[in-house]
């Protein structure tokens, strides 16, 4: 386990403030004690200070995970977010997506969002930026880029991509091999 | 003629034709020492015996006793080939072949190799053809390709025993003069070897005045690795002020969000 350094920070920072945009400042400063950014076998994971400190006592070998796994870096050195984060990518997102219960389960399994499943789109949402799906109830279900932006998707035909699918909850059952949390 | 003896504190090395005057107390001029010197090295040439020939004199000098020293290194023994180390293991004997072999079609000796031997491409004049390799088969180019990959799976492993025999005795090639060695690929253009350029790259790279620091790139010029730099990471818990990492990480969070809007 070791801090990120500046570089590793930066990329781990631009890949979340697609997201979360201004709102990233609330990560690093949070209200109810302090958060810092953890590195371990290049995963990168959101712990509070507290346990990070205990978790210091683990040997390099046995530390399995801390805290919450917030994405990895592969091994050219990219930051793939993971779904372990939507949690947070959720309590703070800037531009979000709703999808009626039509095509919950298809995003769910993995496809991108159509036109038709489409419920509502935040205002001002620009091409290529970064949104969290939620279903109608208001429940994260994952995030993902824009493939047009709000102006666009009405004029869109239905069948035409609105939003490209990056992760989902069902990743926690189809993908439980690459989880963090099989680095056991 | 009586025998001369070599007087007490010369010494003489025919093989090398030198004689060495060891006296203690040497007393003259060095031309004086130098003629006296001369002296027993001529008698021990003339005493040598004398060969048979019309043209001159001539005298079979000995092996000389005075041993220069190396001025290179042992050159390395040629290291065994591939089938040379298997046969050593396998004990085969090297057998000796006849040079001509017999044609059971004609009756005739011919060459076991080269021209007018068994194999060679100008032999024949009706070759089968197979109606399962189809129309484009064509035997007589089958045997040409066979033979062009036959040379080349030889010549390949002929390269590949020189490398291993030079392998040892090779100096280190200088990676900036790798840039020079060209390979003819299969097109017939030459390409360089891979890693040598990587290694002359960093090189060039890193060779001005200030190592390279504020050079201009050139498009898809790679990033030059800071060589012998190592990494160092932060410690882990910042005891004295965690508020350090903090403002760091905000630091860096503000000049994103700066650079997003």
């Known amino acids: 386990m070791r801090p990120l350094t500046e570089e590793e920070t930066t990329q781990v920072f631009e890949k979340l403030a697609k997201y979360i945009g201004p709102n990233l400042k609330k990560l690093i400063d949070t209200p109810d004690g302090s958060y810092c950014f953890r590195l371990q076998k290049d995963r990168v994971y959101y712990v509070s200070e507290r346990t990070m400190r205990l978790a210091t006592h683990v040997a390099r070998d046995s530390l399995a995970s801390l805290g919450v796994c917030f994405g990895k870096f592969t091994h050219h050195k990219n930051f793939h977010l993971h779904i372990s984060c939507l949690e947070y990518l959720g309590k703070y997102a800037t531009h979000k997506v709703w999808i009626k219960p039509s095509s919950e389960m298809s995003f769910l399994y993995g496809n991108h969002v159509l036109k038709t499943g489409l419920g509502r789109i935040t205002e001002n949402t620009e091409h290529g930026a970064g949104v969290v799906v939620y279903n109608m109830g208001d429940m994260a279900l994952g995030f993902g880029l824009t493939a047009r932006s709000t102006v666009e998707c009405r004029k869109a035909a239905p069948t035409d991509i609105v939003v490209l699918h990056q992760a989902d909850l069902g990743m926690y059952l189809r993908s439980e091999d690459s989880s963090p949390a099989s680095a056991l | ?261």
Request: a positive charge.
């Open chain 2, 1 to 261: 003629m009586t025998t001369f003896q070599i007087p007490p504190g010369y010494e003489v090395d025919l093989g090398n034709l030198a004689a060495f005057d060891k006296r203690v107390g040497i007393e003259g001029t060095p031309v004086e020492v130098a003629t006296q010197g001369v002296e027993p090295l001529v008698h021990a040439i003339f005493s040598l015996p004398v060969l048979e020939s019309d043209e001159a004199k001539l005298v079979s000098l000995p092996n000389g006793a005075f041993h220069l020293p190396r001025a290179k290194p042992i050159p390395k023994e040629r290291a065994l080939t591939k089938w040379e180390k298997f046969a050593k293991e396998k004990g085969i004997q090297k057998r000796h072949r006849d040079r001509l072999v017999l044609d059971d079609a004609t009756g005739e000796y011919v060459p076991r190799y080269g021209k007018g031997s068994k194999n060679a491409l100008d032999r024949d004049v009706i070759l089968p053809h197979k109606e399962s390799m189809g129309e484009d088969y064509d035997p007589f180019a089958q045997k040409r390709k066979e033979k062009k990959q036959r040379i080349k799976e030889n010549t390949k492993k002929h390269n590949s025993n020189l490398g291993r025999a030079a392998k040892g005795r090779r100096a280190q090639i200088n990676p900036v003069h790798a840039l020079d060695v060209g390979k003819a690929g299969p097109s017939g253009k030459k390409f360089l070897p891979k890693k040598g350029l990587k290694d002359s790259l960093a090189i060039a790279q890193r060779s001005t005045a200030s190592a390279g620091r504020f050079d201009q790139k050139v498009t898809n010029e790679p990033k030059a690795k800071l060589q012998g730099r190592k990494k160092k990471f932060q410690t882990i818990v910042d005891k004295k002020a965690l508020g350090k990492e903090k403002e760091r990480s905000q630091k860096i969070a503000e000049r994103i969000l700066m650079g997003r809007k």
